[in-house]
């Protein structure tokens, strides 16, 4: 247990190194609490591109099938805001959970988001 959260630490600072051409109004969202039979809960992440050149979002790869990403398909020019979108599927999931969502963009430089919460049955 201890290697994985040393592991997502050190990913978390590597990926905070490399990303910073898009910087993100904040990189962990918490629901809280959130019941089962509500269904699906979303959160949109808002960065800015500040870097001197348009980037592209190329990818966003959840870390399960229980979390879906949606993103700004068009090139964010320097200074313009951009999103990404995390839904995530509580159904048979009851319980503490933390997803991560890695975001490539078209410079290969890569970011991480983390959602989490508490699922109540």
Same mark, same amino acid.
């Given at each position: 247990?201890?290697?994985? &959260? ?25 629901? +809280? ?45 320097? +200074?313009?805001?951009?999103? &990404? ?37």
């Amino acid at each position: 247990m201890r290697k994985i &959260i040393f592991t997502i630490i050190l990913l978390s600072n590597i990926s905070f190194l490399n990303g910073q051409d898009l910087n993100f109004n904040e990189k962990e969202f918490d629901f +809280g609490e959130i019941k089962e039979l509500e269904g699906k809960v979303s959160h949109k992440f808002t960065f800015t591109n500040t870097s001197g050149k348009p980037i592209k979002i190329l990818s966003v790869k959840p870390s399960c099938g229980c979390t879906t990403p949606n993103w700004s398909k068009n090139e964010i020019k320097p +200074g313009k805001e951009g999103f &990404i979108i995390a839904e995530y599927n509580p159904k048979g999931r009851p319980g503490v959970f933390r997803k991560s969502l890695s975001v490539v963009t078209n410079d290969n430089k890569r970011s991480l988001l983390f959602i989490k919460g508490k699922v109540n049955r």
